[in-house]
């Protein structure tokens, strides 16, 4: 998602973008090139990056959603799953795209909601595993760390971490809301348990974008989203907006590609033919940044922590009954 260079304005000063972009820059110039050493940070590219990076008051709002039709289901239910705030549910592993492969993502996830995904769990120990989520749902939520790249992280020497090229302060985020929310047009129908969802394209830099979904923003600038990684004024936390596909084809829990059988609706909202829409997962996550610190998202190699390769991952460990309620709230319009 491309954006026009512009000026941003804090408060009453208004700061030019290459102004802020020297700040991001010079403050952990280092950290954005390969470098050696205890601590020595890698990142993107060696040559310019502030492609990589855009004021967010120089970003277009996007489009409004589609309008509510007659049939459509208007509730929304939330979970309170934590925020992972002690850090000690991360790993390189991804038992959606790389189950049994150890380390095999190459990069560290974060978890909430099921306390004990690996890359060798099973359905029957996702189910009998506990949750962080205070409903009991034992559901896995799970996306690629950010990381402050001025500072030095514990795991410079790990997999996933220092040796595959991902450095810096792992970040904890100060908020992640989970939801499930309605189809503008018509009810939804329950997700099968142990129902696997992919969002977004974690090697986007290198296959053409065409699963690319990032959604970068900054708290107080709705509707504002971009592929690029967003400077927020003081004060404003950065976010990530992970959208996760909702026409599921009625008869898989997963596919070869990881995304055949559940595929995005169409703009207006309405589903593909022999599809049928499911509770639309939403997560956002936000983190509390001081202007011009550097970050970076962590990522395959060769992906060089392109912002565009922001991706997310589900396992639905939900119960029958939880999930039955998660529909009922959603085609009844109510919100929980």
Not at 160 to 166: K, L, T
Request: one cysteine or more.
């Amino acid at each position: 998602m491309g954006a026009r260079h512009g000026d941003r304005q804090f408060g009453k000063v208004i700061l030019p973008l290459g102004i802020l972009l020297s700040l991001v820059l010079g403050l952990g110039l280092a950290a954005f090139h390969l470098t050696s050493g205890a601590g020595g940070l890698t990142v993107r590219r060696s040559a310019d990056i502030s492609a990589d990076y855009v004021a967010i008051a120089s970003v277009p709002a996007a489009p409004p959603a589609p309008a509510f039709g007659p049939g459509a289901s208007t509730g929304s239910y939330a979970e309170d799953c934590g925020r992972n705030e002690n850090g000690l549910h991360r790993n390189a592993d991804n038992v959606v795209i790389s189950p049994g492969v150890v380390g095999g993502a190459h990069h560290v996830h974060d978890y909430v909601g099921n306390l004990s995904t690996t890359a060798v769990s099973t359905d029957a120990t996702l189910a009998a595993a506990g949750t962080t989520c205070t409903d009991g749902d034992r559901s896995t939520f799970y996306w690629p760390v950010l990381r402050r790249t001025d500072r030095p992280g514990t795991d410079t020497s790990s997999v996933g971490g220092g040796v595959h090229h991902n450095v810096g302060e792992i970040l904890t985020p100060a908020a992640v809301q989970v939801e499930f929310l309605g189809n503008p047009v018509s009810e939804v129908v329950p997700m099968p348990r142990f129902l696997r969802l992919l969002t977004g394209d974690p090697v986007a830099a290198t296959d053409g974008g065409t699963n690319a979904r990032a959604e970068w923003g900054c708290a107080g600038f709705p509707g504002r989203v971009t592929g690029r990684y967003p400077l927020c004024p003081s004060g404003s936390s950065l976010t990530r907006t992970l959208d996760f596909p909702s026409c599921w084809d009625g008869r898989s829990t997963d596919s070869p590609d990881h995304r055949a059988h559940v595929v995005f609706p169409a703009a207006n909202g309405v589903c593909p033919h022999d599809t049928f829409p499911v509770p639309q997962l939403r997560v956002v996550l936000s983190y509390d940044l001081p202007p011009g610190v550097p970050f970076a998202l962590d990522s395959f190699p060769e992906q060089l922590h392109d912002p565009i390769t922001e991706h997310a991952l589900f396992v639905d460990v939900m119960t029958d009954r939880q999930m039955a309620a998660v529909v009922a709230c959603v085609n009844r319009g109510r919100q929980r």
